[in-house]
């Protein structure tokens, strides 16, 4: 089964996520939103995608549906299906059928992970039709007003026999992430965990020199997702380098070669020596 989150509609009562924009990327998702465009967010894992539709959601004041995708996720997953409650078969709605219906902004985590032929069920809804066909109940549904489909996906990991079809593609306007530049990073790092400017930004050093490393041993690079976990270890009283190292060597790579040459590298950009 899919895992599903929802915001409540009542933006006045919470704060605005915090993301910090590094380009353009808020006036194109805005400019998307009023146009009724889908969208697709290509970015490498870790980088801010989900905190981004958070902060975008909360600012447009939509609910968010989240679906964080998978191999087993079915069309039934996303748009609905039949269940049996006290000996009486009811329609129960899908996230998908749910946002269509509310007018809400609807988040595919990952997308490239569902089956295809699930992610079929998008066309009509990423075109200019907005619309929803349930062929379980012979109905087709209209999204409501303030409806927006967003889709994410990783292109640097996925694949080549898990990527986006031609035709889901061109259906999206896509905005492209990276990694924040350095100085934004630290921003990010001091916030999201509390740490001081200095140790995030030994922090940032750390991942950047990760970043630069031609291995094939490590499932993906330091994200500014991970420095910010090390960010709060050590806001919990744990030194620099044992942050790092639970934070950032495990998550990154089981490779015991590997690993080991990156702990010399958090003991080289982090260790009590360091300037």
Known sequence: MNT??????DHAQTARPYYLACGNEERLFKAAYRQGLSILLKGP????????????????????????????????????????????TTWCDGPLTKAVRDGAICYLDEVVEAR??????????????????????????????????????????????????????????????????ADAEERIVAAESGVDPKTAADFVRLAQAIRRLETGGLREVASTRVLIAAGRLVAEG????????????????????????????????LGEGTA
């Open 45 to 88: 894992t870790g980088c801010g995608k989900t905190r981004f539709v958070e902060a975008m959601a909360h600012e447009l004041g939509r609910p968010l549906i989240t679906v964080s995708c998978h191999d087993d996720l079915t069309t039934a997953d996303l748009v609905g299906r039949y269940l049996l409650n006290d000996g009486r």
């Open 116 to 181: 295809q032929d699930t992610t079929v069920v998008l066309h009509p809804l990423a075109d200019h039709r907005r619309q929803l066909p349930i062929e379980r109940l012979g109905v087709t549904l209209d999204a409501a007003p303030g409806f927006c489909l967003v889709v994410s996906y990783n292109p640097g990991y996925q694949s080549v026999l898990k990527d986006l079809k031609d035709s889901t593609r061109q259906r999206m306007v896509a905005i492209e992430f990276g990694y924040p530049p």
């Open 238 to 269: 744990l030194t620099p380098v044992e942050a790092a190292k639970a934070a950032v060597v495990g998550p990154l790579t089981d490779d015991v070669q590997v690993g080991a040459g990156l702990r010399k590298m958090i003991d080289l950009y």
């Open 4 to 9: 599903m989150d929802s915001t409540p509609p």
